[in-house]
Nanobody
């Protein structure tokens, strides 16, 4: 059974930092692109960041570019999202996802974690 388990969410003040992690189990995603999405209350789920299978290519939403960094550790089968200079509008449930492709193609993310709450207070 494939599982993506997020951790590291929490409450942080505006301007602060937080790192969320996503550990995969049940299979390895070493050949798959990985990504992070988020969903705020009353809004649709949106793409945040993605990383190619080898970590050589990363993609970010304009709203987080320059503040968030996605990375992966293929040995640990884990993906990270380092979030800096957090803003109240970053408040959302953050979901880890794995694509059925080696490159970041948003429509090809197939496997999802259960999500972790990130709350940024003003």
């Amino acid at each position: 059974q494939v599982q993506l388990v997020e951790s590291g969410g929490g409450l942080v003040q505006a301007g602060g930092s937080l790192r969320v992690s996503c550990a995969a189990s049940g299979r390895t995603f070493s050949s798959n692109a990985m990504g992070w999405f988020r969903q705020a209350p009353g809004k649709e789920r949106e793409f945040v960041a993605g990383i190619s299978w080898d970590g050589g290519s990363t993609t970010y939403a304009d709203s987080v570019k320059g503040r968030f960094t996605i990375s992966r550790d293929k040995v640990k089968n884990t993906v990270y999202l380092q979030m800096d200079i957090l803003k109240p509008e970053d408040t959302a449930v953050y979901y880890c996802a794995a694509a059925s492709a080696s490159a970041v193609v948003i429509r090809l993310f197939r496997y999802w974690g259960q999500g972790t709450q990130v709350t940024v207070s003003s």
